[in-house]
């Protein structure tokens, strides 16, 4: 009996096996990455809902970037996405702190 297709069928195998064990490594590495900003970002928005109760002002444009913020966050699927979730809320807290605004990130 020819066994000649025992190689190749192992070859294909292990190259599966392979490539799942890197796609696993990778998919589970970006579900951190995204854990890791929406839980920035979370922190970022009460720190801004924080200075918001403590200011005086209301102040509109403030608000919509909170809630712009908080919406993001609440949708985001790429590490990339929560960390504008982060950026927003970073601007709505210096705004309400009445900090400069951040000349780098254009908020």
């Known amino acids: 009996m020819s066994t000649w297709w025992i190689w190749p069928l192992g070859a294909v195998v ?5 490539w799942w064990s890197i796609h ?11 854990a890791a900003a929406r839980r920035r970002a979370r922190g970022a928005i009460e720190s801004a809902e924080r200075a918001r109760a403590l200011s005086a002002d209301e102040l509109p444009d403030a608000a919509a970037l909170l809630d712009e913020a908080v919406l993001l966050v609440g949708s985001a699927r790429t590490a990339d ?27």
């Open 14 to 18: 292990l190259l599966t096996v392979g």
């Open 24 to 34: 696993s490594l990778r998919t589970g590495q970006a579900a951190a990455e995204l």
């Open 81 to 107: 996405a929560a960390r504008r979730a982060e950026s927003l809320a970073a601007q709505a807290h210096r705004r309400w702190s009445g900090l400069p605004r951040d000349r780098s990130t254009g908020g």
